[in-house]
Nanobody, 120 residues
Framework: QVQLVESGGGLVQPGGSLRLSCAASGSIFSINSMGWYLQAPGKQRELVAAITSGGSTNYADSVKGRFTISRDNAKNTVYLQMNSLKPEDTAVYYC??????????????WGQGTQVTVSS
């Protein structure tokens, strides 16, 4: 009933930039927080950046000053502007959204993941 579709990943050289997008669609009543996570092999997903419905943000220390999270509430979309990319940023990035559906359920939803590769 709710889907999060990610786009914008790809291959970029160190120091380059990418902009990830995640659009939510379906039986959405409202969206609270949205965020971006990464998951290393054998580990749980970890927060990269998050943004509340009011616009408050928080970031992992490793990306502060380089990444910017934003959202377009009219489009039910969250973005991650990734600047000054480093090889260690290489990962699969997952979009997350805390959504209340039109049927009254509040749940977290995940995007399919998008690969970001930083390499020469």
């Amino acid at each position: 009933q709710v889907q999060l579709v990610e786009s914008g990943g790809g291959l970029v050289q160190p120091g380059g930039s990418l902009r990830l997008s995640c659009a939510a669609s379906g039986s959405i009543f409202s969206i609270n927080s949205m965020g971006w996570y990464l998951q290393a092999p054998g580990k749980q997903r970890e927060l990269v950046a998050a943004i509340t419905s009011g616009g408050s943000t928080n970031y992992a220390d490793s990306v502060k000053g380089r990444f910017t999270i934003s959202r377009d509430n009219a489009k039910n979309t969250v973005y991650l502007q990734m600047n000054s990319l480093k090889p260690e940023d290489t990962a699969v990035y997952y979009c997350n959204a805390d959504i209340r559906t039109r049927f009254g359920f509040m749940s977290q939803y995940w995007g399919q993941g998008t690969q970001v590769t930083v390499s020469s």
